[in-house]
Each structure stands twice: as C-alpha cells, then as structure tokens.
C-alpha cells in the first residue's frame, strides 16, 4: 500500500510565547469558521471558498511540552486534491481503513522547544471544532471516537459498530465529498 503523501507541517505563521496556556483556551478567539456552512459539521464547497478568497485555512496546536500554541495556515485546494488523488487509487486496497498515517499521524514540532509534541487544539465544545484545519493538516486521527462519531452523525454518515481507524478514513471522505460534492469521491459512494 502507498503511504499518502507526507504532511510537512512547513506553514507555521506564529509560535508565540505570548499567547495564554492551554488552561485559557477557551476564553480565546478561537480559529476562523469561514469554511462552514449554518452548521460547523456542514462545509462550505470548494468553488465557494475559493469564490470568496478562502484559500488557505489557520488552525491553531498546543505543544504539550512547552504548552505553547503555534498557528498554522495552510492551502486547501492543494491538500483536498492530495487526499481525494489517494482516496480514489486506493480505494479498493484501503477497504475503509484509514491508512496509518491518518490513523496515527506523527505530532507535527514545535518551533519553541523543537520537539515533536503539537496536537491541534480541540475544543471542548465538538461544535467548534476545526474541522477542515484538521482535515487540510492530516490531524484527524487526534480526535477521539467520541469527537470523530459527531461529525459523522450530524452528516448522517455514522455507523457506531465503526472501529476508530475506519470513523478516520470516513471522516477524510466525508470531508473532501463535502469540499467537492460533484467530484470523483460523489461517483464512489
Ligand atoms: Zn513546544
């Protein structure tokens, strides 16, 4: 099986040691929604996006060896074409297994204190949550099952008998279906 194409994680904008611990997460800005719909479990397409400058998305990552936060923009028509490419080579071989660097992805490093310990920041409210940062940098895989099974059911789209590395792969479908309903990945489902 090909692995999918490696996730730099080269787009750090700021690593900013001014910016409050994780404790204060909550209380700040949180990242720009643009990308959704009504509904944050529902994504804007593609062509819309671009349509109103959406080109690129920020989302932001704790490190959970300084607990600092980092954020990071990134281009979104470049890696939503990179994830449907893979999706729809290897659909067969895949056989709705997330492959494993979905499934586990390796912590993207910090650039205060050089270790590899960044998580994206997943807000306690699953209604909040970043969904197409997550998507765009391959961070899917740190959401639990329960944050995972959200997405899914408010898109209709869960079946609870899933394993965690199936509701993966499921998610990076759904989420490049939505970006791009009338692609290739419409033809597959
Ligand atoms: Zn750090």
Same mark, same amino acid.
């Given at each position: 099986? $090909? ?8 787009n750090v904008l700021t690593a900013d ?18 990308? %959704?719909?009504?509904? $944050? ?9 671009? %349509?109103?400058? *959406? ?25 939503? /074409? ?10 067969? /071989?895949?056989? !709705?297994? %997330? ?6 992805? $390796? ?7 050089? +270790? $590899?310990?960044? #998580?994206? &920041? *997943? ?15 391959? +961070?899917? !895989?740190?959401?639990? &099952? #329960?944050? +995972?099974? =959200? ?12 394993? #965690?590395? @199936?509701? &993966?792969?499921?998610? =990076? @479908?759904?989420? %490049?279906?939505?970006? @791009?309903?009338? !692609? ?6």
């Open positions: 099986m $090909n692995i999918p194409p490696p996730n730099a994680h080269q040691a001014n910016i409050p611990p994780i404790r204060q997460i909550n209380e700040m800005q949180m990242e720009d929604f643009a990308w %959704a719909t009504a509904r $944050n479990s529902l994504l804007q397409t593609l062509d819309y996006l671009e %349509a109103h400058n *959406l080109e690129t998305i920020q989302g932001r990552l704790i490190c959970d060896g300084c607990h600092q936060i980092t954020v990071m923009e990134t281009n979104i028509r470049q890696h939503l /074409d990179q994830i449907q490419n893979y999706i729809v080579q290897h659909t067969i /071989d895949l056989q !709705g297994l %997330a492959p494993m660097p979905w499934f586990k992805p $390796n912590p993207p490093v910090c650039q205060l204190c050089k +270790l $590899n310990y960044l #998580k994206p &920041v *997943l807000p306690p409210d699953m209604a909040h949550i970043n969904w197409l940062f997550l998507f765009c940098e391959n +961070l899917i !895989g740190f959401c639990s &099952v #329960k944050q +995972l099974r =959200f997405f899914l059911r408010e898109n209709g789209k869960l079946n609870y008998n899933k394993s #965690k590395q @199936r509701l &993966v792969y499921d998610m =990076f @479908r759904e989420i %490049a279906r939505q970006l @791009r309903p009338t !692609g290739p990945l419409h033809d597959l489902l």
